[in-house]
């Protein structure tokens, strides 16, 4: 058995689940949330707890037993607490501001870097070289971070760009003026 699938989901207070054939739709406190799990997959609501079970052992279906399982309970948390991600800008002269629904970058290029707020997603930007993009949808909170991260990935040589708060660059060591032979 799938140690991740077999785990029953538990519904808070405040969450509806409505399950119709291998549609799930989850609605809570910061919005609504539909997916489309795979028809093989058996989700069953019983007493605000959420199980999924598969048809058999075969490979495949063990695959989907904790993907469908954990997909289900990130829709759950999305619409009960949310999903955050938090960049970075470093660089001289690099910097981000918020004008309306939109995010106005400056990451050196000569011309600002514009990105529309999507549906479901909202910007935050308390310092200029701090973006937060908050979410229901944790897919699309990655997606949208990676969007913008890739605006101007960071270099390994200053660490200048846009990167994620908790993420590493790993630095090189620039040229040495070495003598010729």
Same mark, same amino acid.
């Given at each position: 058995m799938s140690r991740i699938g077999?785990? +029953? %989901?538990? %519904? +808070?207070?405040?969450?509806?689940?409505?399950?119709?054939?291998?549609? !799930?739709?989850? &609605? =809570? +406190? &910061? =919005?609504?949330?539909?997916?489309?799990?795979? +028809?093989?997959?058996?989700?069953?609501?019983?007493?605000?707890?959420?199980t999924v079970s598969r048809p058999s052992d075969e490979k495949n279906h063990k695959a989907l037993h904790g993907l469908t399982r954990t997909l289900i309970n990130n829709m759950v948390v999305g619409v009960t607490e949310g999903y955050k991600r938090n960049l970075e800008v470093n660089g001289v002269g690099y910097r981000a501001q918020k004008q309306g629904k939109q995010l106005v970058m400056n990451l050196g290029y000569s011309h600002q870097v514009i990105i529309d707020e999507e549906p479901g997603i909202t910007i935050d930007v308390p310092a200029p070289n701090k973006i937060i993009?908050?979410?229901?949808?944790?897919?699309? !909170?990655?997606?949208?971070?990676?969007? %913008?991260r890739k605006k101007r990935p960071p270099e390994p040589y200053k660490g200048k760009g846009i990167k994620y708060a908790e993420e590493h660059i790993r630095r090189k060591e620039g040229k040495t003026g070495g003598k010729k032979k």
């Amino acid at each position: 058995m799938s140690r991740i699938g077999r785990m +029953p %989901i538990t %519904i +808070p207070s405040g969450v509806t689940v409505d399950v119709k054939g291998s549609s !799930v739709t989850v &609605k =809570g +406190p &910061k =919005g609504t949330l539909n997916r489309e799990v795979h +028809p093989d997959m058996t989700v069953s609501l019983d007493n605000n707890v959420l199980t999924v079970s598969r048809p058999s052992d075969e490979k495949n279906h063990k695959a989907l037993h904790g993907l469908t399982r954990t997909l289900i309970n990130n829709m759950v948390v999305g619409v009960t607490e949310g999903y955050k991600r938090n960049l970075e800008v470093n660089g001289v002269g690099y910097r981000a501001q918020k004008q309306g629904k939109q995010l106005v970058m400056n990451l050196g290029y000569s011309h600002q870097v514009i990105i529309d707020e999507e549906p479901g997603i909202t910007i935050d930007v308390p310092a200029p070289n701090k973006i937060i993009v908050f979410g229901a949808d944790k897919q699309q !909170v990655g997606q949208f971070a990676a969007d %913008i991260r890739k605006k101007r990935p960071p270099e390994p040589y200053k660490g200048k760009g846009i990167k994620y708060a908790e993420e590493h660059i790993r630095r090189k060591e620039g040229k040495t003026g070495g003598k010729k032979k």
